[in-house]
């Protein structure tokens, strides 16, 4: 009898009382109407009769709508639309908003599954913003000539303003809107597709010419190089020519004053120079210097 009393006490304590989230707003509806005084915040600091708990009628004289303060993120569907230079484009953008006037949202919409399509829409007309941008402002590899971003400023203005000039407040704030996404029709994609090839062709070829133009420079260069250096050794070669000739004709005037004591030198250097190692040789005496083996050999004999 104890447990059922506590168990009909906790549903009956259950029955007129509500708890309020922290992150969370009440709207307290009394025989379906909601004033001023019937919107219960989870920060208020006052809160109810304990921490966060507060009394109600059973329903159905009172009724709850509850939700969720924080920001609610929705996505619209892809759908296809023109640039302002006629490039057909299908994008899917998002929303974020919250709730800041509980009481008008009650009012206006109810619940959030059914303020959902009239976001929706909402932004799919603010969407037509993108029709004052070009394609290349909206898909570039520039990052300088991107404007995706003042894009989303556009459709966000719009959607405000859309929603400011609703005739029921709509009791939400709009924090931010997105593109989420950018697809190419396949007929944008192939056209596209073909541009950049010829781009790039364009740009392989201006970069052919000029380092055709740089190799030619290099090779003009390099030939004057070379020509300056092969006039230079020719020069210096005259040079060394010229002072070879005058000391060979220094060295003819001397060996001229007696030929056969400077042969005769001559031939011992060589001798000299050749026979410095313990070499066996095998030598025509015919041949100079080695004659001299011949000669003396002579007079080895006739002696």
Known sequence: MFVGLVIIAFLGLYMVTY?????????????GKAGPDAVKRGDDPKGGFIG?????????????ARYDMRIHIQEDRLEQQQTRDKHSIITQAYVAWRITDPLAFYQSHGTVDQATPKLTG???????ALGEFTF?????TDPEKL??????????????????RQETPWGITVEDVGI?????PETVTTNVFNTMKETRQRLAQSTETEGEAVALQIKSGAEAAKKKIEDFAELRAQQ??????????????????????????????????TLSNNTTFL???????????????????GN
Do not use: C, H
Request: charged letters at 30%; zero cysteines.
């Open 136 to 140: 290349d402002d909206l898909t570039n």
């Open 283 to 301: 030598l025509d005496t015919r041949v100079m210097p080695f004659d001299m083996f011949a000669e003396q050999a002579q007079k080895n004999a």
């Open 240 to 273: 060394i020519r010229a002072e070879g000739a005058a000391a060979a004709a220094e060295y003819y005037r001397v060996f001229q004053q007696n030929e056969d004591f400077a042969i005769f030198l001559n031939k011992l250097k060589t001798l000299r120079g």
């Open 122 to 128: 909402s932004l799919r007309d603010a969407r037509a």
């Open 180 to 184: 989420r996404r950018i697809i190419l």
């Open 52 to 64: 966060n708990l507060y009394w109600r009628w059973p329903r159905p004289i009172q009724k709850l």
């Open 147 to 164: 404007r995706l971003v003042e894009a989303e400023q556009a459709i966000l203005k719009r959607l405000r303003d859309n929603i400011a």
């Open 19 to 31: 708890q309020v989230g922290f992150n969370e707003v009440v709207v307290v509806r009394t025989f």
